[in-house]
């Protein structure tokens, strides 16, 4: 098993991909602790994790509560000895989803993506570093895992106060793996999802966790219908994102860091803004022929 002796901290794992990830971490070894703003939900997610024959805890913390946070890490040493993998996952849609003009957007509003997206993922790093250098076997080998997003590598309308926040992230994965941590034998990474993102993003926080990505629900999959450029004969899902996390908190990984990993993205990011058309090929042969190079 991939994650076999290891303990890892979710944060933000009562539902998507921090559930998914819980649930696939427990079943390759490690022993889990599922954090979660909703209690409730977070015990949902070791109750699927039981159910899978796995180890797993729920504490419940609220990401922009630096106590909390603190306490969750604490809770996971003093349960099982030590800290191997953060996956410093939880996080916040813009409001709205992307409907409010930017020019709209209220301080207050911008603060609170920002709190939930950047702070909290600064507040897990930080406290997985600590807890990691005091490892009774040192620190050598710690992983830790964010989730960015494709909002922080291209321009997704209607979120820039979301993908300032990821953007962010990539800046600090980038900074702590080069000159913070690397020294300690500590490695960061992150990954930013494409498709394959829960359908739970955008419903309310008490709203039933369906496990299934906005494709799923979508109903039929018919691959010639996607805007995606891989054809595949399935959705995407919200597990093929789980997966690269899984390999980046494995010692598989072990000489990766400072990376921002596009996952589940299918040749999406990929694309240029320049519409081609179906036909580029031909139209390029045949202005070509003309002698006609301008388009």
């Not at 030590?82 to 709209?104: Q, R, S, Y």
């Not at 955008?202 to 906005?214: R, T």
């Amino acid at each position: 098993m991939r994650l076999e002796n290891k303990v890892a901290m979710i944060t933000g794992a009562g539902s998507g991909l921090g559930r998914e990830s819980s649930r696939l971490f427990a079943r390759e070894g490690a022993k889990v602790v599922v954090t979660d703003v909703s209690e409730s939900r977070a015990k949902e997610t070791v109750a699927r994790v039981h159910e899978d024959g796995g180890e797993a805890i729920a504490v419940k913390a609220d990401v922009t509560v630096e106590a909390e946070i603190e306490a969750a890490v604490r809770t996971t040493v003093d349960t099982y000895g030590k800290l191997d993998v953060m996956f410093a996952n939880a996080g916040i849609p813009a409001k709205d989803f992307g409907l409010t003009p930017f020019e709209d957007v209220t301080e207050a509003e911008w603060d609170e993506t920002q709190d939930v997206v950047l702070k909290g993922v600064f507040f897990a790093v930080k406290h997985a570093v600590r807890a990691m250098k005091e490892n009774p076997d040192g620190p050598v080998g710690g992983s830790i895992i964010c989730t960015s997003s494709a909002a922080s590598i291209v321009g997704y309308p209607g979120f820039p106060q979301y993908g300032a926040a990821k953007g962010g992230i990539n800046a600090l994965v980038r900074i702590c793996a080069a000159w913070e941590i690397g020294r300690y034998g500590i490695r960061i990474n992150a990954i930013a999802p494409t498709h394959g993102m829960s359908a739970n993003f955008i419903l309310p926080a008490d709203a039933p966790v369906l496990g299934k990505s906005h494709e799923e629900m979508a109903g039929e999959w018919i691959p010639e219908h996607s805007p995606i450029p891989l054809k595949l004969p399935r959705a995407p899902r919200i597990l093929d994102s789980a997966y690269p996390a899984l390999f980046l908190a494995s010692d598989e990984s072990i000489y990766m860091s400072g990376v921002t990993l596009p996952t589940c993205d299918g040749g999406t990011l990929a694309q240029v803004a320049i519409p081609f058309g179906p036909n580029w090929r031909e139209n390029l042969n045949e202005n070509a022929r003309k002698g006609d190079f301008n388009g």
